[in-house]
């Protein structure tokens, strides 16, 4: 598929009814286990991911240029659709939109920061109008952080912010919102009848709703992101423990580079 044709076929996966399953990824090799994975249909990265493989903090810490790289790297090794996370642009969300769809990048998570609504929405605005003059739909998913930065406020105040926010984000263009965070099944529910089934997006954390629940209820898609790559450090670091103490590889390990 060219870009056009992986663009129209992430759409094509956010707006049908089936919940679509991305695990992400941070490199070519963890790009193409997943991507050779039966059932896979579309690849995410992982910004924390990939800044924390090269050495960086989380939060827009590593250079946008070795971000891109990355995720350029990751669009070229597989032919499947690929999302990225951008954070919140580093500075210029139109541009770097702009230079991820250049490196074959056709969808992106976007991330408000909890800035000033107006701010936010603008950020928005500027990353739908670097689709457009590419020429593509761009899957964008116009990210909050609501729920991760809700400390001690009001949940119901918490809430009414996101969907506040979810709805300027849509106006202004975004394809889906994404709403990180360990969510219950009233505010998911909420979220939903507010922004419109396969219209939110979400995360898996450790202890997160079931997946069939979130099909049932309308979401859109459901990440893991920086978990994977948690997921394989956990089995380094039992591997190294368990060798430390005279054992051998697991049994059942597989060759997949």
């Not at 950020?123 to 400390?151: M, S």
Request: glycine content about 10%.
């Amino acid at each position: 598929m060219n870009t056009l044709d992986k663009a129209t076929e992430l759409q094509r996966l956010h707006a049908v009814p089936e919940l679509l399953l991305v695990v992400n990824v941070w490199d070519v090799i963890s790009a193409r286990v997943v991507a050779g994975t039966p059932g896979t249909t579309a690849l995410a990265t992982a910004s924390h991911s990939i800044a924390a493989s090269y050495g960086y903090p989380d939060g827009e810490q590593i250079p946008r240029d070795l971000m891109l790289e990355a995720c350029g790297r990751i669009a070229a090794a597989t032919d499947l659709p690929v999302s990225a996370d951008l954070e919140a642009g580093y500075g210029d969300p139109g541009g770097t939109v702009a230079r991820a769809i250049d490196l074959g990048i056709v969808g992106a998570n976007l991330e408000d920061q909890l800035k000033p609504l107006g701010e936010a929405v603008a950020a928005v605005e500027a990353a739908v109008a670097a689709g457009e003059a590419a020429g593509i739909p761009f899957q964008l998913n116009a990210r909050t952080d609501a729920f991760l930065r809700a400390g001690d406020r009001d949940p119901a105040e918490v809430l009414a912010d996101a969907i506040e926010r979810g709805r300027a984000y849509l106006d202004a263009g975004a394809a889906t919102f994404f709403a990180p965070g360990k969510l219950d099944e009233p505010t998911v529910a909420a979220l939903v009848e507010a922004l419109g089934p396969q219209k939110v997006t979400l995360i898996g954390v450790p202890g997160s709703l079931p997946l069939d629940t979130l099909q049932r209820l309308g979401v859109a898609r459901v990440s893991y992101g920086p978990w994977s790559q948690n997921v394989a450090l956990t089995a380094l670091a039992d591997l190294t423990e368990a060798v430390l103490a005279g054992g051998a590889l697991p049994e059942g390990t597989r060759k997949l580079n």
